[in-house]
T-cell receptor, first 115, second 111 residues
Framework: EPEVTQTPSHQVTQMGQEVILRCVPI?????FYWYRQILGQKVEFLVS????????KSEIFDDQFSVERPDGSNFTLKIRSTKLEDSAMYFC?????????????FGPGTRLTVL | EDQVTQSPEALRLQEGESSSLNCSYT??????LFWYRQDPGKGPEFLFT???AGEEKEKERLKATLTKKESFLHITAPKPEDSATYLC????????????FGRGTSLIVHP
C-alpha cells in the first residue's frame, strides 16, 4: 500500500541552526502539506503546496520557514534559524484532492529537538 | 471560526467493553469529517471520511457515524491493540481544504 515517508525520524539541532526535513509523498498525489504537533497539543497546519507553489499557509509559517519540491519525488521543509519553540513533531501529508473532499495521508513524522 | 471538540479527553476500557468517542463540530458548511488513529510518536493513520449526515462507515471493530453537529466513533469489543489517540478533523465548505483538528481522545484498553 502506498505511503508517505519522512526522513530523518529524529533530528537534534542547536538553536539558530538550519534544518531540512524531507518527505516523499504518495506517488500519484499532487497536493502536499506540512503540519506540526507540539507534544501534547493539537495537530497544526503549516503550509500546503501544489503545482510548485504555496497554495495556503498559516500564521505559524513565517519567514523562517520555506518549502520546496526539488525533484519529482521529494518535498522539503526548511527552517532557517531554529528556535527552542520549533521543537515538535513535523508531519508531511499528501492528497489527491478529489472534487468533493480532500483526504490527507500522513507520514510517520520527524521529531525535531532544538537545544 | 471553525471548531472541533472531542470528548472524552481520555477513556479507559476493559477488553471487550464497547464504547463511543464523540466529535462535535461547528462549521459554516461541512465538506468532510475525518477520523484518524495516532499511536505515540507516530503520524495520524487515516481511518474514515464522512461527507453527509446519516452516513456510516465501518472497519473491523470501528464504526463512524455522522449527524449535522457531531460524529461518533463506536468501538465494539475493543482489544488492547486498539489503544491509541483518535483524532477527528473537519473540513469546511468554501475556499480552503485545510482541516481543523480536535485535540483527540486517548483510548487505553486493558486486557
Amino acid at each position: 500500500e502506498p505511503e508517505v515517508t519522512q526522513t530523518p525520524s529524529h533530528q537534534v539541532t542547536q538553536m539558530g541552526q538550519e534544518v531540512i526535513l524531507r518527505c516523499v509523498p504518495i506517488s500519484n498525489h499532487l497536493y502536499f502539506y506540512w503540519y506540526r504537533q507540539i507534544l501534547g497539543q493539537k495537530v497544526e497546519f503549516l503550509v500546503s503546496f501544489y503545482n510548485n507553489e504555496i497554495s495556503e499557509k498559516s500564521e505559524i509559517f513565517d519567514d523562517q520557514f520555506s518549502v520546496e519540491r526539488p525533484d519529482g519525488s521529494n518535498f522539503t521543509l526548511k527552517i532557517r534559524s531554529t528556535k527552542l519553540e520549533d521543537s515538535a513533531m513535523y508531519f508531511c501529508a499528501s492528497s489527491e484532492r478529489l472534487p468533493e473532499t480532500d483526504t490527507q495521508y500522513f507520514g510517520p513524522g520527524t521529531r525535531l529537538t532544538v537545544l | 471560526e471553525d471548531q472541533v471538540t472531542q470528548s472524552p479527553e481520555a477513556l479507559r476500557l476493559q477488553e471487550g467493553e464497547s464504547s463511543s468517542l464523540n466529535c462535535s463540530y461547528t462549521v459554516s458548511g461541512l465538506r468532510g469529517l475525518f477520523w484518524y488513529r495516532q499511536d505515540p510518536g507516530k503520524g495520524p493513520e487515516f481511518l474514515f471520511t464522512l461527507y453527509s449526515a446519516g452516513e456510516e462507515k465501518e472497519k473491523e471493530r470501528l464504526k463512524a457515524t455522522l449527524t449535522k453537529k457531531e460524529s461518533f466513533l463506536h468501538i465494539t469489543a475493543p482489544k488492547p491493540e486498539d489503544s491509541a489517540t483518535y483524532l477527528c478533523a473537519v473540513q469546511a465548505r468554501g475556499g480552503s481544504y485545510i482541516p481543523t483538528f480536535g485535540r483527540g481522545t486517548s483510548l487505553i484498553v486493558h486486557p
